[in-house]
């Protein structure tokens, strides 16, 4: 069963952050708001305008993002864990 994104959600595979150290000691960054980073699985078609124009997206298949953390809905499926999101709730797009 594939996960197929509608209008203009994205489906995003998390990226998980490895824990700042400082030596053999972990520091958390428990007083800061975090961001989400993930790459992108799956994109709807678009949105339409209100002229009626589809508009297209600008993320793709591949791109690894990063997103507000209270922003996307937790969806799990199977064994995994997605996260969904409209596009315009998107903060970047990291490309190397």
């Known amino acids: 069963m594939k996960l197929k994104a509608l209008f203009n959600a994205v489906i995003v595979e998390q990226i998980e952050e490895d824990e700042s150290t400082y030596g053999s000691i972990v520091v958390p ?7 989400l980073k993930g790459k992108v699985i799956s994109v709807g078609p678009g949105q339409y305008s209100a002229m009626g124009n ?5 993320v793709k298949v591949g791109d690894v993002i990063i997103m507000p953390q209270m922003g ?7 064994s995994d ?13 990291i490309e190397e």
Not at 29 to 35: A, F, H, L, P, S
Not at 72 to 78: A, D, K, R, S
């Open 29 to 35: 960054d428990m007083g800061k708001e975090k961001t």
């Open 54 to 58: 589809l508009i297209d997206p600008t």
């Open 72 to 78: 996307p809905t937790v969806l799990n499926h199977g």
């Open 81 to 93: 864990e997605y996260l969904v999101c409209k596009e315009n709730e998107i903060l970047a797009i």
